[in-house]
């Protein structure tokens, strides 16, 4: 008797940490997650491609509070002696004015130059071979840090995503796309139950592996014309639409994929 | 006992799978399904013996173009340009390269080949899938060569019966009402042509009047009202053989016989006793039976492809109004409730809806209803057009439209036209003169 009662408490303790191991979200406590908005990420390393040179900044930062002080120990600019109201300006002071404001207004033109004026200071005051190298490897191992941990936080999403279905946008696309190719036999009945269902099995472009018609047996049973004609029709769509609009990572995620096609709302009007 | 604990346990074991993305495609476009009918192949010998005796250059196209304009007044379908064919069609019966017809963006090639043998039009064809590259259907007619527009007919009928799932329509006639002259004195005959309006007949001389023909569902047998001596006389119509008979002479107004779905009654209403009510008559052995009992006027009546109901328009609730009843005329119900007057409702051979005429606010509306009267649709808005008649497949509706006249009473015309119950795909049929009362036949060849 007491050896069942063990056995018994033994095994449901078992279960209730499996069960609290395997529902992670009755341990957590619900997110307040912001609403999703898809945003486009965009590798610009690859065009820029400016070296992380941490002694560099340092430097740049030096001489930046050096001229800070340069300004400051400078004497005060004059007043200027405000004008007449009715001194009327002449019209070449007048373009001398709009040409100053142009000035004033940031320039992206005027950026570029900012940045190759670092540069070239860089290079007249740091031209020593032995800390560019330092510089080199230290930028490496640095670089090579960051890497390290974008890579996990990737993998991170990626496993959150294995479990998701398609975004909003992914699937919209998808959708958009297939309605396009996508030719309704108007001859169809609306008020009859013709749900087509077709697996797909998905290359990494987009492309069809593989196609199968769920309730393939009800193809070529009698009275089923309608049906056989809705499967042909959405096989078209999929052949003509191909490769399909899939995201561009997770491919574990949508590998296999089910697209269920119903005209009774088109048909019906 | 252990084994039940260590059952559920792997039960109950996480498994990590990834769970099947499913996306729901509702939506699709409404465009016409792009048709490559490559002309049909001939060869030289069969294309003399039929230019000698049906007067055609090349029978393998003239087929394939009756075919292509078929599909294309069908509104489902758009053929495609030939000139943009790459490949020659006896080339293309063989074996379809379908690179070639994937690159036009054709979905569905139509291929086929025209042999003379024995004094008779042997005909092949075959439907191809381009974009799966299957054939989807292959079939072979021997005819007499007179029937080579036919044949035609019924390569579309089977090319839209594979495509849409539901029976074609194009192996079929339309009876109608011929009409000739001024507006006040016009001359009436009963005419019949294949449904695209060619191999046009005249089947009376017109001496008298003739109104609503009406085709038998089961055969090629047609009952239409005329005046004889003034009084109406309901008649009957073989087409095959010509034979014309007299049902009987009726009382008073009679109008618009119909067939019983098994083509042995004919229910028409008439005047009798200054009351209009729905009749029906055997046509063996002659019985008429009273089917509706009501002071109002009942007219127009239409049986439901069971043969279970009738459909009719009566003014019993003060306004002309569309009504349902079962076939011995209990369980009276009314299924029209819009604004306007309802009238002529015909029963869909498919027996899903029930086609109707409305009138409302000057205008004449063609439109459909369930058989229980929800979901009104009105197809087609115009001047004046009554009279719908559907196809044998319950898709598309044919009736008449009539045009104003200008001051001087000139400017009169009538002309059949069809819809498709999308109501995008509406088409004048061309006919030689003015055509009224339209009634379109069943399939010929089942």
Same mark, same amino acid.
């Given at each position: 008797m007491n050896r069942n009662i063990f056995i018994s408490f033994g095994f449901h303790t078992l279960l209730i940490i499996i069960t609290a191991m395997s529902l992670p979200f009755l341990a957590k406590k619900p997110i307040d997650l912001p609403p999703i908005v898809s945003v486009e990420l965009i590798q610009i390393t690859d065009k820029t491609k400016i070296p992380f040179a941490p002694k560099a900044k340092k430097i740049i930062e030096k001489v930046k509070e050096k001229e800070k002080k340069l300004v400051s120990e400078q004497a005060p600019p004059k007043k200027i002696k405000k004008q007449k109201p009715d001194a009327i300006p002449l019209p070449d002071e007048k373009i001398e004015k709009i040409k100053k404001i142009k000035d004033e207004k940031q320039n992206p033109k005027k950026i570029e130059t900012e940045i190759k004026q670092i540069s070239e200071f860089?290079?007249?005051?740091?031209f020593d071979t032995n800390s560019i190298a330092a510089l080199i490897d230290k930028s490496k191992t640095e670089s090579a840090e960051t890497k390290k941990k974008l890579d996990r936080v990737t993998q991170d999403q990626d496993k959150e995503m294995d479990f998701g279905g398609l975004t909003l946008s992914e699937e919209d696309a998808l959708k958009a796309q297939i309605f396009g190719c996508w030719s309704i036999p108007l001859g169809l009945p609306f008020n009859e139950d013709l749900l087509v269902r077709i697996k797909l099995q998905l290359k990494p472009d987009g492309s069809i592996i593989r196609t199968e018609?769920?309730?393939?047996?009800r193809m070529n049973r009698p009275g089923q014309a309608f049906y056989k004609v809705l499967a042909e029709s959405a +096989? &078209?769509?999929?052949?003509?639409?191909?490769? +399909? &609009?899939?995201?561009?990572?997770?491919?574990?995620?949508?590998?296999?994929?089910?697209l269920n096609f119903d005209a009774r709302e088109m048909l019906e009007g | 006992m252990l084994f039940r604990y260590l059952y559920i346990l792997l039960i109950l074991l996480p498994i990590k799978a990834f769970a099947l993305i499913e996306v729901d495609i509702t939506r699709g476009n409404l465009n016409p399904l792009p048709v490559a009918v490559?002309?049909?192949?001939?060869?030289?010998?069969?294309?003399?013996?039929?230019?000698?005796?049906?007067?055609?250059?090349?029978?393998?196209?003239?087929?394939?173009?009756?075919?292509?304009?078929?599909?294309?007044?069908?509104?489902?379908?758009?053929?495609?340009?030939k000139e943009a064919f790459l490949q020659e069609p006896d080339i293309a019966n063989l074996k379809p390269r379908f690179e070639d017809w994937n690159l036009i963006k054709a979905q569905a090639l139509v291929t086929g080949k025209v042999t003379f043998e024995e004094e008779k039009l042997r005909v092949e064809f075959r439907l191809w899938d381009v974009l799966s590259g299957k054939e989807m259907m292959a079939l072979a007619f021997t005819t007499v060569p007179s029937n080579w527009r036919r044949v035609g007919h019924i390569i579309t009928d089977k090319v839209y019966e594979r495509l849409t799932?539901?029976?074609?329509?194009?192996?079929?006639?339309?009876?109608?009402?011929?009409?000739?002259?001024?507006k006040t004195n016009r001359i009436k005959k009963l005419a019949i042509m294949d449904q695209d309006g060619f191999n046009n007949k005249f089947l009376t001389l017109g001496n008298e009047l003739v109104l609503t023909p009406r085709f038998s569902p089961t055969n090629q047998m047609v009952t239409y009202l005329s005046y004889f001596k003034n009084l109406p006389r309901v008649y009957l119509l073989?087409?095959?053989?010509?034979?014309?008979?007299?049902?009987?002479?009726?009382?008073?107004?009679?109008?618009?016989?119909?067939?019983?779905?098994?083509?042995?009654?004919?229910?028409?209403?008439?005047?009798?006793?200054?009351?209009?009510?729905?009749?029906?008559?055997?046509?063996?052995?002659?019985?008429?039976?009273?089917?509706?009992?009501?002071?109002?006027?009942?007219?127009?009546?239409?049986?439901?492809?069971?043969?279970?109901?009738?459909?009719f328009n009566s003014d019993r609730s003060g306004y002309q109004q569309i009504y349902v009843m079962s076939s011995n005329g209990?369980?009276?119900?009314?299924?029209?409730?819009?604004?306007?007057?309802?009238?002529?409702?015909?029963?869909?051979?498919?027996?899903?809806?029930?086609?109707?005429?409305?009138?409302?606010?000057?205008?004449?509306?063609?439109?459909?209803?369930?058989t229980d009267g929800t979901g009104e649709r009105l197809l087609t808005e115009n001047f004046y057009q009554e009279a719908p008649s559907w196809s044998p497949n319950g898709r598309v509706l044919i009736f008449y439209r009539e045009t104003k006249t200008n001051a001087k009473g000139e400017g009169f015309s009538a002309k059949l036209w069809s819809i498709d119950l999308t109501g995008y795909n509406e088409k004048m049929v061309e006919t030689e003169t003015d055509a009224s009362d339209p009634s379109w036949s069943s399939l010929l060849s089942n």
């Open positions: 860089e290079k007249k005051e740091l018609i769920i309730d393939h047996a +096989l &078209r769509a999929i052949k003509l639409c191909q490769p +399909l &609009r899939v995201p561009s990572t997770g491919y574990e995620r949508w590998k296999d994929m089910q | 490559s002309p049909l192949a001939i060869d030289k010998n069969s294309k003399k013996n039929f230019k000698k005796i049906l007067k055609k250059e090349d029978l393998g196209m003239e087929i394939s173009t009756i075919v292509e304009n078929n599909l294309r007044q069908s509104g489902l379908f758009n053929p495609l340009n799932g539901e029976k074609g329509y194009f192996d079929t006639r339309i009876i109608y009402i011929s009409e000739e002259g001024p073989d087409i095959e053989t010509g034979m014309q008979e007299v049902v009987g002479d009726f009382p008073g107004m009679t109008f618009a016989p119909r067939f019983s779905p098994d083509g042995k009654k004919i229910i028409m209403s008439f005047a009798k006793d200054g009351n209009s009510d729905i009749y029906t008559m055997d046509l063996e052995n002659r019985i008429v039976e009273r089917i509706s009992n009501h002071p109002s006027i009942d007219t127009s009546p239409s049986y439901s492809p069971d043969g279970k109901y009738i459909t209990k369980n009276v119900k009314r299924i029209s409730f819009g604004n306007g007057l309802y009238g002529t409702p015909v029963w869909s051979p498919r027996g899903d809806l029930i086609a109707f005429t409305k009138l409302h606010k000057g205008k004449f509306y063609i439109g459909v209803m369930r």
